[in-house]
């Protein structure tokens, strides 16, 4: 298949080729889109036909789920069987956003959109790219990262083109991707809200919208001790994902002790080929090294997770074009943005660390 490539100018699309693109999707194709977190891969979420064919482009496995994508709050509640007072309160502080909350479904929600499960994902990006696509198709778009399976999530359209050029319609490309991250995933599903996954909106941030404390399970920074795909409300966090194809290993301490580590690891290996994605603080100790690394970058600053955020995901797909072995990353407080970012980590890095 041949992919198009459209440029759209993402602080003011033009209509004719958005129209362009929501006419692949009313026809049941596939278009990657930017939003404001990475880019998604989008079918017509209420079309059973065009939302398998986005498991088939990934090499995504069935059990699990898609997020569907609306331009509206109204459009967001008729997804849900029922929309609590807390998802109005999210709203109103967050939504357009990066922000992704888990309801009961309706019963227009297609089962291969929930894999299933009894409830539905519903995001309202904030890219006005994205709006403007969901609006002319006229339906919600189902839209995971476009990146392929296992693969780290698409942050620049010429990342999409990579993993999945040949394979779909159509890419709109509207330059990188703002947060670089995907959205934070709140279940108000049950009982109490659940944070499933990190992101650009913070744990903090949410608990101060919604005057109450959001549950972070344990899993978030130990992937390890995923009680399984069957038991587990968010599927898709218990797959392997984010990961480049080096071995990625967290380099954890205080700054100082982090460039230590670094140095004895390269000392240790030197035959090895190691990339070294460091913090703003310790890039200058890595630059004026002269060591062997095939890749080196600064993610930015420790204290502004945001930075590191928004370049992880480059940082590892270009890690793997330098052809890396072994990639150390410096490690972040879990706080903030810092949070999503440390979730990211563990998952790529199997844990491993030193
Ligand atoms: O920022 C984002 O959220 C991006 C952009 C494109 O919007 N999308 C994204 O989609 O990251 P994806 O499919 O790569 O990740 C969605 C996650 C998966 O881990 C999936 O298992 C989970 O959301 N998920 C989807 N539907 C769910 C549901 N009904 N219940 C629990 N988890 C769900
Ligand atoms: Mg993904």
Redesign the pocket.
């Not at 699990?64 to 997020?67: E, S």
């Given at each position: 298949m041949k992919t198009n490539y459209l440029r759209v100018d993402p602080s003011c699309p033009d209509h004719v080729l958005i129209a362009e693109a929501a006419e692949v999707i009313k026809q049941g194709g596939l278009v990657a889109f930017p939003?404001e977190?990475?880019?998604?891969l989008g079918a017509d979420g209420l079309n059973s036909e065009a939302v398998n064919k986005i498991f088939q482009a990934k090499g995504r496995p069935l059990a699990?789920?898609?997020?569907l994508?609306v331009a509206s709050l109204v459009q967001a509640r008729a997804l849900a069987a029922s929309w609590p007072s807390a998802a109005d309160a999210l709203a109103k502080r967050f939504l357009p956003g990066?922000l992704?909350l888990?309801l009961p479904r309706s019963e227009v929600v297609p089962d291969l959109v929930?894999a299933g499960?009894p409830?539905?994902?519903i995001?309202y990006?904030a890219n006005k790219i994205a709006l403007a696509l969901i609006k002319a198709s006229g339906v919600p778009i189902a839209?995971?990262?476009a990146n392929l399976s296992g693969r780290p999530?698409p942050t620049l359209p010429e990342h999409v083109l990579d993993d999945l050029g040949g394979k779909i319609e159509l890419i709109l490309d509207g330059g990188p991707a703002e947060v670089g991250v995907?959205?934070t995933?709140l279940s108000l599903a049950g009982d109490n809200p659940v944070l499933?996954?990190p992101?650009g909106v913070t744990k903090e941030e949410l608990e101060e919208a919604l005057k109450e404390e959001v549950i972070v399970p344990g899993t978030v920074l130990h992937p390890e001790k995923s009680p399984g795909v069957e038991a587990v409300?968010?599927?898709?966090?218990y797959f392997k994902h984010y990961a480049p194809q080096a071995q990625v290993i967290m380099v954890t301490g205080d700054p100082r002790e982090q460039v230590t580590k670094v140095k004895e690891y390269l000392a240790r290996h030197s035959g090895r080929r190691v990339g070294i994605l460091a913090t703003s603080e310790n890039y200058p100790s890595y630059r004026d090294l002269g060591v062997s690394a095939v890749y080196l970058a600064d993610l930015g600053s420790g204290c502004h997770p945001e930075e590191i955020a928004n370049h992880l995901f480059s940082a590892f797909r270009e890690c793997d074009v330098a052809g890396a072995e072994v990639i150390l990353v410096e490690t972040v407080a879990p706080e903030g943005v810092g949070l999503a970012v440390m979730n990211r980590l563990c998952r790529a890095a199997d844990q491993h660390e030193i």
């Open positions: 939003t977190t990475v880019y998604g699990n789920p898609l997020i994508h990066p992704t888990i929930t499960l409830n539905v994902a995001r990006p839209a995971p990262s999530s995907e959205s995933i499933l996954r992101g409300p968010c599927p898709g966090l």
